[in-house]
Every structure is written in structure tokens, then in C-alpha cells.
T-cell receptor, first 114, second 114 residues
Framework: DTGVSQDPRHKITKRGQNVTFRCDPI?????LYWYRQTLGQGPEFLTY????????KSRLLSDRFSAERPKGSFSTLEIQRTEQGDSAMYLC????????????FGPGTRLLVL | DQQVKQNSPSLSVQEGRISILNCDYT??????FLWYKKYPAEGPTFLIS?????DKNEDGRFTVFLNKSAKHLSLHIVPSQPGDSAVYFC?????????????FGTGTRLKVLA
């Protein structure tokens, strides 16, 4: 049973560098979500895709952030010119599109910006 | 603007007793509610959900209650087991508004004492 996978699990980078994270959803799932979680908070929505179309973006997603899902399967989240405030756990989730759906989360990528 | 609130940051319960975790929400458009469990360094794991047309949903030791008039939901775990020790997040979505993202609370850390 393959769940949602994310790579890398941990990333340490210096301020100003670019980083890219990958998410592989559950194979038959057509929706894919990105969330960010900081210490003491719940996950916060960043963006989501239905197949390859990016349908919603949060105001949290500044212009330094870009996400893609080119073939409607895996997705990448890139952060350009990282800042210390970008340090967080980045979570990916996938679901089968439905009016009331359950999202299944990956293990997350923990980013530390020095 | 915290639309989903978990006012108890932590809860300790003796093994075998009932654990009750609470969640309040403000957005009357929310129509689907979920509980997730999260262990350190892992992604959230889905536990149980409830649609706004119901007031109770049960799955094994877990029961979720929804009081729409009070905008309140609760998760009951009976009997509590040491393996239940984790952070619990409630989440809500508003599919009728055409958005499927989840809004999460800040979490309650449950500790089940052996």
C-alpha cells in the first residue's frame, strides 16, 4: 500500500538559496494539496491542483513560491530566495475529488533556512 | 482570524478512561469536519470525519460529535490507550463554497498515562 511520499524529508539551506520539494500522491488521486506547518500551529493551506490545473492559491504563497504538477501526477514546490521565515514543515496531501473528500498526507519535508 | 479553534493545548488522561477533545469553529459555511492524529516527524493521519448533515459518527474506539447550532465538535476516544498519545488536529472544509482546502485548528496534545 503506497501512500503519499515526499522528498527530501529534511532540507537545510542558507538564506537566499532556492529549494525544490517533490510530492508523489496516491496513484489514483486526482487532487494534490500543499500545506505548511510551523511550530505550535496547525497546517495552513498553500495551494492545490486538480489533475494538472492549479485551482487555488493562498495569500501565503508569495511570488517566491511556485508549484507545478505537469502531468497530473507528482508535484514540485519551489521556493526561491529562501528567507528564515520559510523554515517550516511542508506537507503534501492527495485525495479523490469529491464534494466531501478525505485528504491523505505525506510525511512532510522539514525545511530549515539558516 | 482563527476559523477553527482548539482551546486546550494539552490533555492528560489515564489509560482505559475516556479522552474528549474539543474544537470550535466560526464559519457557518463549513460542511465537513475531520480529525487527524499526528506523531512527531510524521504527517497527519486521518482518523474520522463527519458531514454537517449528521450529528454523530463512530468508528471503533473513536466517535465524533457535531453540534451545528453551537458550532462545536468533539472527538471521544474510549478506552484511551498509551498509543493514542499524539497531537490531534480538527479540520474543516466548505465544499458548498467550491473550495476543498482544509482549515485546521492549532492542535491538542493528548497524553495517555499508563
Amino acid at each position: 500500500d503506497t501512500g503519499v511520499s515526499q522528498d527530501p524529508r529534511h532540507k537545510i539551506t542558507k538564506r537566499g538559496q532556492n529549494v525544490t520539494f517533490r510530492c508523489d500522491p496516491i496513484s489514483e488521486h486526482n487532487r494534490l494539496y500543499w500545506y505548511r506547518q510551523t511550530l505550535g500551529q496547525g497546517p495552513e493551506f498553500l495551494t492545490y491542483f486538480q489533475n494538472e490545473a492549479q485551482l487555488e492559491k493562498s495569500r501565503l504563497l508569495s511570488d517566491r513560491f511556485s508549484a507545478e504538477r505537469p502531468k497530473g501526477s507528482f508535484s514540485t514546490l519551489e521556493i526561491q530566495r529562501t528567507e528564515q521565515g520559510d523554515s517550516a514543515m511542508y506537507l503534501c496531501a492527495s485525495s479523490l475529488a469529491a464534494y466531501q473528500e478525505t485528504q491523505y498526507f505525506g510525511p512532510g519535508t522539514r525545511l530549515l533556512v539558516l | 482570524d482563527q476559523q477553527v479553534k482548539q482551546n486546550s493545548p494539552s490533555l492528560s488522561v489515564q489509560e482505559g478512561r475516556i479522552s474528549i477533545l474539543n474544537c470550535d469553529y466560526t464559519n457557518s459555511m463549513f460542511d465537513y469536519f475531520l480529525w487527524y492524529k499526528k506523531y512527531p516527524a510524521e504527517g497527519p493521519t486521518f482518523l474520522i470525519s463527519i458531514s454537517s448533515i449528521k450529528d454523530k459518527n463512530e468508528d471503533g474506539r473513536f466517535t465524533v460529535f457535531l453540534n451545528k447550532s453551537a458550532k462545536h465538535l468533539s472527538l471521544h476516544i474510549v478506552p484511551s490507550q498509551p498509543g493514542d498519545s499524539a497531537v490531534y488536529f480538527c479540520a474543516a472544509s466548505a465544499g458548498t463554497s467550491g473550495t476543498y482546502k482544509y482549515i485546521f485548528g492549532t492542535g491538542t496534545r493528548l497524553k495517555v498515562l499508563a
